[in-house]
């Protein structure tokens, strides 16, 4: 395998040297699947970090920082009471399986039912996937991620950035149109009402989503 190397994105080298050890990182590179990752991830001697693939590239991308988790812990504080009333489930990072050899870890989703223990998730499971974004993997979230959760059938993306250094919150959810690709369905900055009734009720100030 290999680590896509973007802003935001642990580029991790091969061993200078050859150990006659397996190495993941080069004997699986452009191969694997959710069922090679079950055996040979997490990668020992790298920093925790998101594991996600896109044909069959393995792309490893370090947490958020504080921020972000708080952003991400807060929206599915105001989604879970909602979403339950509608039999619906949300979750933080979750293994969605967009194809044979593709899968992302959102920093949320909504599923149409509850996992019940499981760890892959498939496409076809998932109403909503989220996103909390940062100025590093703006380009990776905004737009690889969307375009495969699109192509996966996904029916809405969700996408959050805060910025404490500009006292700035804003959520963005689109939906999936009649094209394939995904459209804006509602958006508020801080300060304003982030307003849906779907894919379930939600009304909140995305100033929420920052700390006091």
Known sequence: MSAVEAGGVIP???????????????ELHGLCTPELADRYLPIPGIPPAKYECQEGHLIVTPYGGSANAYAAYRILTLME??????????????????GISRW??????????????????????????????SPSSRTAER??????????????????????????????LRRLGE???????????AGSTFETELPFPLSFDPAELLED
């Open 179 to 189: 094209d394939g690709t995904y459209e804006v369905h509602a958006k508020a900055l």
């Open 81 to 98: 009471p909602r979403a339950r009333q509608l039999g619906r489930r949300v979750y933080p990072t979750l293994n969605v399986r967009l």
């Open 12 to 26: 991790v080298a091969a061993p200078a040297r050859d150990t006659g050890a397996f190495d993941p990182l080069v």
């Open 143 to 172: 737009i690889d991620k969307p375009a495969m959760c699109a192509e996966a059938g996904i029916e809405y993306f969700m996408r959050v950035q805060v910025s404490y250094s500009k006292g700035h919150a804003e959520v963005v």
């Open 104 to 133: 992302i870890q959102p920093d949320f989703a909504v599923l149409g039912q509850p996992a019940r223990g499981r760890v892959w998730i498939p496409s076809e499971s998932v109403l909503l996937v989220g996103e909390c974004v």
